[in-house]
């Protein structure tokens, strides 16, 4: 069964130095849960904790209304995925995916149906036969995925799991989880420092940064509501407005408050269109374009800085280098942030 998971100011220390520092989380039954942030930020730190391989300094920590704070591993009922796949080389994928089934005491002609289901829905049934040393990364991850899944755990963990394989199979296994996740509908807590894949992924986000938790909420919660200035910086491309910038939208009759950090995501931003009410139009010359083919990328000089806009590829409407446009945009838009304390001293 499914289990709801709860963090309680979760303290982590590793000698003089707090790893983490009070994270409090509340993962819904079901929930895909991502845990995302910059290498050292804590991540993997509060993932081994709820899987119970890290000692708990300080905080509870509940799997439903079970504290498992003194629960050992291996009585959490949690399905693990790392990164490295850590698949046992000498058995056969089949034998891989039965292991756990095996451990658990499972009566064998049980665990047939049950295995040949889980390789089924990762679409690996005809390399059952096969070792680990004669597939690819993907089919590695797919047999490191069934095999977490086939024990049917109550709260699914995956650190980094796509991060060795190559781009374009990242994104096929992405979907494969997201189906998978959704069809068993097993409790997820997912870590990863690829903000792309939090996003695609997850239903909700928590971003952490040294220890702490900056925000949590749904990817667009994150994304176009940012509520710090860590979290707009970390999540997507944004461009931070400099003051000449501020001074030119304020002249327009823009409120944008110059006390502030002022910033604005990149496809928020548009040349050459009619400004709608409200709207304001800045005159900017093309630096340059990048050609991505589902959408354009330009660098614009705007007074003393460069603006980077995307636009939709719509093959008619392309500027060139060199060539004077406007570049359009709403005050709304902007996401501003007040310096911190130190910035001010
Ligand atoms: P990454 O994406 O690089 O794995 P992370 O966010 O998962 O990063 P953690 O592995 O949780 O980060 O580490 C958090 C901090 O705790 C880091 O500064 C790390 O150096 C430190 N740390 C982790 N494990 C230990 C340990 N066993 N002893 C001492 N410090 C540690």
Redesign the pocket.
């Known amino acids: 069964m499914s289990n709801r998971v709860i963090i309680q100011n979760a303290v982590k220390r590793?000698?003089d130095?707090t790893?983490l520092n009070g994270v409090s989380l509340d993962i819904q039954e079901g929930e895909f849960f991502t845990l995302l942030?910059?290498?050292?930020?804590?991540?993997?730190?509060?993932l081994r904790m709820i899987a119970g391989f890290n000692s708990i300094e300080g905080g509870d920590f509940y799997f439903g209304e079970k504290r498992i704070n003194d629960v050992p591993a291996h009585k959490r009922d949690i399905g693990m995925v790392f990164q490295n796949y850590a698949i046992f080389p000498h058995l056969t994928v089949r034998e891989n995916v039965a292991y756990g089934l095996k451990a658990r005491k499972m009566p064998a002609k049980e665990i047939k149906p049950k295995v040949d289901e889980a390789l089924e829905l990762v679409q690996i049934s005809h390399l059952a036969d096969r070792k680990p040393n004669e597939l690819s990364g993907g089919q590695q991850q797919r047999v490191a995925l069934a095999r977490a899944f086939v024990i049917e755990p109550s709260v699914l963990l995956m650190d980094?799991p796509l991060s060795n394989l190559d781009a374009k199979l990242r994104v096929q296994m992405r979907s494969v989880i997201k189906k998978l996740q959704r069809r068993l509908g097993i409790t997820t807590i997912y870590?990863t420092?690829d903000q792309e894949e939090a996003l695609t992924l997850s239903d909700r986000i928590a971003v952490?940064n040294k220890?702490f938790i900056e925000q949590i909420g749904t990817p667009n919660e994150v994304y176009n509501h940012s509520q710090t200035e860590f979290v707009c910086n970390f999540i997507g491309d944004i461009n931070r407005l400099n003051d000449d910038t501020v001074s030119a939208l304020r002249a327009a009759g823009a409120e944008v408050d110059a006390s502030k950090h002022n910033y604005i995501r990149l496809e928020r931003l548009h040349v050459n269109v009619a400004p709608r009410s409200g709207e304001i139009a800045l005159d900017g010359t093309v630096e340059s374009c990048e050609y991505y083919g589902l959408y354009i990328k330009y660098y614009i000089h705007v007074g003393t800085q460069s603006l980077k806009v995307i636009e939709k590829n719509d093959g008619v409407n392309i500027y060139d280098p060199g060539q004077r446009v406007k570049v359009i945009l709403n005050p709304n838009d902007i996401m501003a942030y007040a310096p911190s304390a130190e910035e001010v001293e």
């Open positions: 590793y000698g130095f790893a942030g910059p290498s050292g930020c804590g991540k993997t730190t509060l980094e870590v420092h952490f220890g």
